[in-house]
């Protein structure tokens, strides 16, 4: 075990191809690195998520995780842990944490939503990443003492805005951004409403998922087919948000509000609808413009709004970054962590 560049840490993860949570894992584990902390990798077959952690220096193992019939999975991870003889074990989501390796270290479980607990048996520590869940920790019997609230950061680097025209969007149209899985949860079907009142915006959706041939239907039913452009999953949201003027965030089901934090880093005003995370994060009309969710009239109207008052606009991005700055921020967040990770360990896990 490491005494003087803080707690090691073996991380854990056995995510999906793409998704928010896998996203910020990698920079988790990435500005850790940057911030000292000695560090280890788990994870699914993932060559770009592999390489990213590898340029960042981070020892990485690759494994099945398939599931209750995978038998070599637990074992290496054991193995990995054994020789590697980490303070802490960081198991991101279910199917991590059901392998978790028992061992004189503190295994800690990250949760980013309302996941079941029986999930977590093998964990001594829980961290959620939003207060309400901390709270469904809690109301779920998991002792205070072992539950715990970090939040997210999200990257704030600056990118040349993507190129309008090559996306057939008109420089002086009004541009609305949405970001995220093409699901039911992301209330992109009402985004598409937005579009058909909004006569003279466009929308960019970027995202992959099973709605979109649903979502494309919609489009052509709406007569809005022409002014939307699905970009499929994208790994340069800070362009996609340069070339924007509104940030839509139309989620029915948004826990925390990832999405909300990119488009503050990136100083581009909001317009929710006031699902969970984003009535958590947004004041509205001081960070943000907020309305009901399935609401397509009042979230139509917050755009028409912030089109007409560009210094609106400006005053919640303003607004907006500086609760980003100091609050969800690499340096904030990362220092959160090592806090925690040496607080756990001086107190004996």
């Known amino acids: 075990m490491n005494d003087t560049a803080g ?6 993860m ?27 990798a788990a994870i699914r077959h993932h060559a770009a ?28 991870l054991k193995n990995l842990a054994r020789d590697f003889n980490p303070d802490i074990v960081l198991v991101w989501m279910n199917r991590a944490a059901r392998v978790a390796p028992k061992g004189d270290w503190t ?22 990443n939003t207060e309400d869940i901390r709270q469904y920790l809690l109301n779920e019997g998991w002792p205070a003492d072992r539950s715990w609230y970090l939040p997210n950061f999200v990257d704030d680097r600056r990118m040349p805005p993507v190129d309008r025209k090559a996306l057939e969007t008109p420089d002086g149209a009004p541009l ?18 937005v579009l058909a009142r909004v006569p003279k915006a466009y929308l960019w959706i970027a995202g992959d998922g099973k709605d979109e041939a649903a979502l494309k239907d919609q489009a052509l039913r709406l007569g809005v087919a022409q002014r939307v452009r699905f970009l499929g999953w994208r790994d340069d ?3 996609l948000l340069a070339a924007a003027d ?9 826990p925390l509000g990832n999405i909300v934090l990119e488009a503050w880093a990136q100083g581009v005003p909001i317009v929710a609808a006031a699902s969970q995370g984003p009535t958590q994060l947004i004041e509205d009309g001081k960070s943000g413009l907020l309305a009901p969710i399935d609401d397509a009239d009042a979230l139509a109207k917050a ?4 089109i007409e008052d560009k210094a609106l606009g400006v005053d919640l991005a303003g607004n907006g970054h500086a609760i980003f700055a100091e609050r969800f921020s690499e340096g904030p967040v990362v220092a959160a962590y090592q806090e925690f990770f040496d607080t756990i360990r001086r107190n004996g896990g």
């Open 49 to 76: 998520r592999k390489a990213a952690l590898t340029e960042a220096g981070v020892p990485v193992t690759e494994l099945p995780f398939s599931g209750k019939f995978d038998l070599t999975t637990k074992k290496s």
């Open 107 to 128: 295994v800690v479980g990250r949760l980013g939503g309302y996941y079941k607990l029986k999930n977590y048996k093998r964990c001594d520590h829980l961290i959620a």
């Open 7 to 12: 707690q090691s840490v073996l991380q854990v």
């Open 246 to 254: 509104i940030f839509l965030c139309s989620s029915r089901h948004e």
């Open 237 to 239: 949201a800070p362009a």
């Open 14 to 40: 056995a995510g999906a191809q793409t998704g928010g949570a896998e996203a910020f894992f990698v920079r988790l584990v990435c500005a850790l690195q940057r911030a000292g902390t000695p560090q280890q």
């Open 176 to 193: 609305m951004l949405c970001l995220g899985r093409l699901h039911t949860n992301k209330g992109f079907d009402t985004a598409l409403e």
């Open 303 to 306: 755009v028409d709004r912030l």
